[in-house]
């Protein structure tokens, strides 16, 4: 294990996980599903930037091709103009004319756009002067066939402009999403369309981080439009009108937010709906017709502060010396196999709690000894087995093995040893090699954090010391990282008694720093949520209930990599950002888990 799993069982929010992977399921089909709208061919100008390319200094004509086609994309993407690449090469093996259109495999376009190049292959060209669509080509023009000079290139008829936007002027636009705040294009939100029989599919996203968006959505049609909510499958009707022979529909896009619309000539059972799980909203602003504040909160899990400093010695040999564990791991899996390993961990406890304590460790079983402040201590396990998860034995994972500290923490300077042998087959932070050892099982060990779990609170200097507290103070249930649990990893329950007014309603959620918020109606799941707005329709559910809200969060505040400088702005995380010494900071990154207070809106 080189750093946490992070789409299985060890996460809080699993249990919600099936939700997740059937909208995602079904995004995958509707994805495979029929055929795009694209009515315009952009060529690729590759082979433009390799004409002029020199391994020595920049191209020589100094033209960056590269940003003018990424410009040209984000344009295009922007004006919601489905497009296709053309590569070159491609194309001289599959392209051809059909009915005087460029055609490639099933789709034949209208439109072909060059963007500003310096050389096309002759069969671009010779395609390009067979062809009946618009050709458009944006300065500078290319003026060599293959790398050679040539003065015949511009088909007959062909537009030439000198810039990005007099391009997008001469291309078709079928749909469009205006921004209803200032009346312009809303260029964040993405939209594709798909023709599947005689079904016509429209996509919408807001790719916009932060910001909600009201939008006007025009499609050419004249068929009523249906919802498909990709959350949880049902078709639904929303509002909208017909105008100049288009469909507008008014909608508030959520940051990150997305909708699927289906026009069809069938009528499916379809009800009407006001909000989506996956982040849009339909028929105006929300009224708020109960704020619901005062819940009872509790959490479903033991608090746990990890160990992440430890000294390392190999074979007698001072390795690390109270430092990231981390720094170890390479001297650690450099050492043969059988070398005899000590690690030193130190954790702070200003009150000692009455309840048990207890202390994870990975592959715990296989070490040598275990101490606490000089007493030993051993596994729940013995040594030896199968490996099959019990919460009474194991934590999180089926390598994490408690040990019972009970009696064995004081006041004040904590300090832990491990002694085993190395036996483990990781050769770097990402990578392992085959066990070799078949006769016997590959006992293996490991020098990772610890962990000290129990009913307490975790004391925070500062986000870079911690200690543990029998004091708790009071939950602050908008964000417990703030009030005791700031590596708490587990689920949350928000619950108190309601009155749901008669006439259809729906349940907002407000502040949520979550995973997933699961709503439960006296005792029943009615849905569940993770995505803005955290709306919920409450069709069919009136007078007074039990109203349940159940949280849950993510192994990141426990398992890092959070003391990585500024990660929580990164856009991947792999084996190599844990060992990445060049960004380590002494002060802990944490995402919030809370939930502020919720409505009944209407």
């Known amino acids: 294990r080189d ?47 390799w004409c002029e390319y020199n391994p020595v200094s920049k191209n020589l004509s100094g033209f960056d091709y590269s940003d003018f086609f990424q410009k040209l994309t984000d344009k295009l993407i922007e004006e919601k103009i489905d497009f296709h690449y053309g590569d070159e090469s491609i194309m001289e093996r599959h392209a051809y004319i059909k009915n005087g259109k460029i055609t490639i495999g099933d789709y034949s376009y209208t439109h072909v756009l060059v963007p500003a190049a310096l050389t096309l292959k002759q069969n671009t060209v010779d395609l390009l002067k067979k062809t009946d669509a618009s050709v458009i080509l944006i300065t500078p023009v290319p003026d060599r066939i293959d790398g050679a000079k040539d003065d015949d290139i511009i088909p007959y008829g062909a537009s030439v402009v000198n810039s990005i936007n007099e391009a997008i002027e001469c291309l078709p636009r079928d749909i469009t999403v205006t921004d209803r705040l200032s009346g312009k294009n809303a260029k964040k939100i993405m939209c594709s369309s798909k023709i599947s029989g005689t079904d016509k599919i429209v996509l919408a996203v807001n790719n916009e981080e932060t910001r909600n968006v009201n939008v006007r959505i025009s499609v050419p049609e ?75 909160v509790s959490l479903t899990d033991l608090n746990v502060m990890p160990v992440n400093d430890a000294s390392l010695y190999i074979d007698g040999k001072c390795v690390t010396e109270n430092a990231p564990v981390s720094l170890g791991w390479q001297a650690f899996y450099d050492a043969k196999d059988g070398t005899p390993f000590e690690a030193v961990y130190k954790f702070n406890c200003v009150s000692v709690p009455e309840s048990s304590l207890y202390m994870a460790i990975e592959a715990a079983e296989y070490l040598d000894r275990i101490t606490v402040n000089g007493k030993n201590a051993a596994p729940l396990k013995e040594k030896g087995g199968r490996a099959v998860y019990d919460p009474e034995v194991n934590f999180l994972d089926t390598a994490f093995y408690k040990i019972d500290i009970t009696g064995l923490v004081s006041e004040g300077e904590n300090t832990v040893h491990i002694y085993g042998k190395k036996v483990n087959n990781v050769v770097c932070p990402g990578f392992h090699i085959r066990a070799n050892n078949k006769d016997n099982a590959y006992n293996t060990t490991e020098f990772e954090s610890i962990y000290i779990i129990g009913d307490f609170a975790v004391e925070n200097e500062n986000d870079e010391r911690f200690s543990i507290s029998a004091e708790k103070p009071k939950l602050s249930p908008d964000n417990i990282v703030k009030s005791g649990y700031p590596f708490y990893t587990g689920r949350m329950v928000f619950e108190r008694e309601i009155t749901v007014p008669d006439g259809g309603c729906m349940l907002k959620l407000n502040g949520v720093n979550a995973a997933s918020a699961v709503v439960k109606i006296d005792g029943e799941p009615i849905s569940t949520q993770f995505l803005q707005p955290f709306l919920i329709d409450l069709k069919g559910i009136s007078g007074r209930h039990h109203l349940a809200v159940e949280l849950a969060d993510t192994l990141f505040n426990l398992m890092g990599p959070n003391r990585v400088d500024n990660v929580l702005e990164m856009r991947n995380i792999s084996p190599l950002t844990f060992v990445n010494t060049d960004l380590f900071t002494e002060k802990y990154s944490f995402t919030d888990f809370g939930m502020e207070s919720a409505d009944i809106v209407k």
Request: glycine share 8%; proline share 5%; aromatic share 14%.
């Open 222 to 296: 004249t068929r009523r439009p249906y919802v498909l909510d990709m959350m949880s499958g049902e078709t639904y009707t929303c509002p909208y009108e017909i105008s100049d022979g288009c469909v507008i529909i008014d909608a508030k896009m959520y940051a990150k937010g997305s909708a699927a619309f289906l026009f069809t000539d069938e009528r499916p059972n379809a009800q009407p709906c006001r909000c989506l799980g996956t982040g849009v909203l339909f028929g105006g602003q929300l009224e708020i017709k109960e704020k619901i504040t005062d819940f009872d």
């Open 3 to 49: 750093y946490p799993a992070n789409l299985f069982f060890q996460q809080p929010w699993w249990k919600d996980e099936k939700v997740f992977s059937d909208y995602l399921s079904r995004l995958c089909y509707l994805a495979a599903l029929g055929k795009r709208e694209v009515k315009v061919l952009v060529i690729h100008t590759l082979g433009s930037a």
